[in-house]
């Protein structure tokens, strides 16, 4: 059965996470799935609003080897769409494979020829000074995706979004041109154009962050501000307010050459520098001019959660690692051993640019990560809500949780061998309240080695319902929901 819980304050006690008594494993989550489905009526528990009409598409890594050559992971599995359409109270299902040049090169050849996140094929020395001056980057867009105008895109941290038809979910070609050789799969919606604001990291002699803005019907990105940077920092998103795009330089950091002669999988060209310290620097929206940087403790994060500006104060709240351990932790070896991850924080950061300070603080005890919050109402201003998933004594990924950032508390969903992923807030039509809506949740059954779609009521986690996927749907990451 589910369990609710409620957790305190941080400021007057320990959370009380619901604990999992079952000996189910989420390592089903990390096996490849390799066929592809379409399904038109998912069995379905529950009553689910009239109101929900639309899709929810997600994107993730579902196979895990090239030919009979295992890739090492979590973040390099070929991309696999999955879409689940609401209409009238029923759930189809569909999935397939998002055929890019590095997955049909791959099914082709019997190898990656392609390097991904952590796993690199094998490459002569020729080869590797070849791809410093033409480099070799995958299409394998199994991070995100997002809705631009009328077009569907999915993406990586490689400059390459992959455009697919969200009816057929068929692959139809490169979206833009990114600006750079690394970028992020974390755009920003940009209100004024209805555009897409993102970052890429341009490599070379003098290499620099470009900040870029792609408009809804546009084929080429306008690069609207730049930062110089002598060791690029891995940064999984960024943030951003009304006025500022926001950068959080963590000290895990690249040198540009050995990235491209190093001979090693992108990641590992990586060192963590505590030394360094992490950096804030703001980016003005209107003039691209750069302030900063603003220097505060070490720390690690893949998620940005929101950003707003309060009087002459920057509040950036994210998602904190003490290091860059994390990226360790999630190497299949490890997870399909079942060995636990490293909890991050709900931290909020204060960045005075006048006096050149910041100051930080944990919001709430319960550990969140893959965050959402209420994007049409809250993204770039001061919010109260934010959902996400958390780990409790299974060390792994077991839970959803609400946070209140007003009253510092958190409300748990959990149910003993279920593994959750990311929750996607979807408001209610006409809505007053920041949290009324429904959260969507694709779940690992590990009892049962299955998953289901939840749905939960987003202001008290109570279940509203659930349909069962016809095939066990592995570990994904983000997506997106398009109302009908």
């Keep these: 059965m589910a369990e609710l819980t409620t957790s305190p304050t941080a400021a007057t006690g320990a959370a009380n996470p619901a604990t999992s008594s079952t000996t189910a494993s989420p390592a089903p989550g990390f096996r490849s799935l390799t066929e592809e489905s379409e399904v038109e009526a998912l069995p379905l528990e529950g009553e689910l609003p009239a109101w929900l009409a639309g899709s929810l598409i997600r994107t993730g890594p579902a196979l895990w080897e090239a030919g009979e050559h295992p890739m090492r992971h979590w973040f390099d599995g070929f991309a696999m769409l999955h879409r689940f359409s609401f209409d009238q109270g029923s759930v189809s ?13 791959a099914r082709e050849r019997g190898k990656l020829a392609y390097p991904e996140f952590a ?64 970028t992020t799969a974390h755009p920003h919606r940009d209100r004024a154009s209805g555009g897409m604001l993102n970052y890429a990291v341009k490599l070379g002699p003098r290499s620099s962050y470009r900040f870029f803005l792609v408009r809804p019907e546009a084929t080429e990105p306008e690069v609207i501000g730049s930062v110089g940077v002598r060791e690029p920092a891995y940064m999984h998103s960024f943030g951003l307010t009304e006025r500022w795009l926001v950068l959080a330089e963590f000290p895990f950091v690249v040198n540009p050459l050995k990235l491209a002669l190093g001979g090693r999988p992108y990641i590992e060209n990586y060192h963590w520098k505590p030394s360094l310290g992490t ?14 940087p603003f220097e505060t403790d070490p720390f690690f994060c893949f998620h940005h959660v929101n950003a707003y500006e309060d009087g002459d104060e920057v509040v950036v709240d994210l998602c904190a690692y003490p ?49 959402r919050i209420n994007y ?31 009253r510092r508390e958190t409300t748990v969903w959990s149910e003993d061998g279920c593994y959750p992923g990311e929750p996607v807030f979807v408001a209610a ?56």
């Design 93 to 105: 299902y569909a999935s397939r494979f998002l055929e890019t040049r590095a997955y049909r090169a």
């Design 119 to 182: 796993t690199d094929p094998c490459r002569s020395l020729f080869q590797r000074v070849s791809s410093a001056f033409t480099p070799k980057l995958t299409d394998n867009p199994n991070v995100n995706l997002t809705r631009l105008g009328e077009r569907f895109v999915a993406m990586t941290e490689t400059p390459i979004p992959v455009e697919f038809d969200p009816e057929t979910l068929a692959a139809a070609g490169v979206a833009w041109k990114v600006p750079g050789m690394l």
């Design 279 to 292: 950096r804030f620097t703001l980016v003005d929206r209107a003039t691209g001019e750069a302030t900063g």
């Design 323 to 371: 290091d860059a351990g994390i990226v360790e932790d999630l190497y299949l070896d490890r997870l399909r051993a079942g060995k636990p991850i490293t909890k991050p924080e709900l931290r909020r950061f204060r960045v005075a640019p006048a006096a050149g300070t910041v100051a930080h603080e944990r919001l709430v005890e319960e550990p969140l990560e893959l965050p």
């Design 376 to 406: 049409s109402r809250a993204s770039e201003r001061r919010y109260r809500y934010v959902w996400g998933t958390g780990a409790g004594e299974t060390g792994w990924i077991d839970r959803i949780v609400r946070a209140d950032l007003e």
């Design 429 to 484: 039509p006409d809505a007053e309240g920041e949290d009324e809506g429904v959260l969507l949740s694709v779940v690992l059954d590990g009892r049962t080695e299955g998953s289901f779609l939840l749905v939960l009521d987003a202001a008290s986690l109570d279940e509203l319902g659930r349909a069962q996927a016809p095939n066990r749907i592995p570990f994904g990451f983000h997506g997106q929901f398009a109302r009908g």
